[in-house]
Nanobody, 123 residues
């Protein structure tokens, strides 16, 4: 069974930090490009950060300098370190996998999704 399971969400005050994790199973993790998306109530799902199989990374402008994406192919895990959090970062965060459309920020390009983990940042 192909599965992505996120964890690490929670509630923090503005300026705080959280570290999200995603564990993959049921497919060849190292062969897939990975990404973190987020979706706030009433808004479209947006790409936050992407990482390809070679470790090349891209970020949305809104999180550059604050968020860091990383992957551990030996452990089949994906992380998102989030620092200097802002209220506008409040959203459900999802990890996703694609075998072809690396660095795409279009949700439709990703065929494997986790269930999401909630991040709430209060001012």
């Amino acid at each position: 069974q192909v599965l992505l399971v996120e964890s690490g969400g929670g509630s923090v005050q503005a300026g705080g930090s959280l570290r999200l994790s995603c564990v993959a199973s049921g497919y060849t993790y190292r062969s897939y490009c990975m990404a973190w998306f987020r979706q706030a109530p009433g808004k479209e799902r947006e790409g936050v950060a992407t990482i390809n199989t070679a470790g090349s990374i891209s970020y949305a402008d809104s999180v550059k300098g604050r968020f860091t994406i990383s992957r551990d192919n030996a452990k089949n895990t994906l992380q998102l370190q989030m620092n200097s959090l802002k209220p506008e970062d409040t959203a459900m965060y999802y990890c996703a996998a694609t075998s072809y459309y690396c660095h795409s920020t279009s949700p439709g390009r990703y065929g494997i999704w986790g269930q999401g983990t909630q991040v709430t940042v209060s001012s």
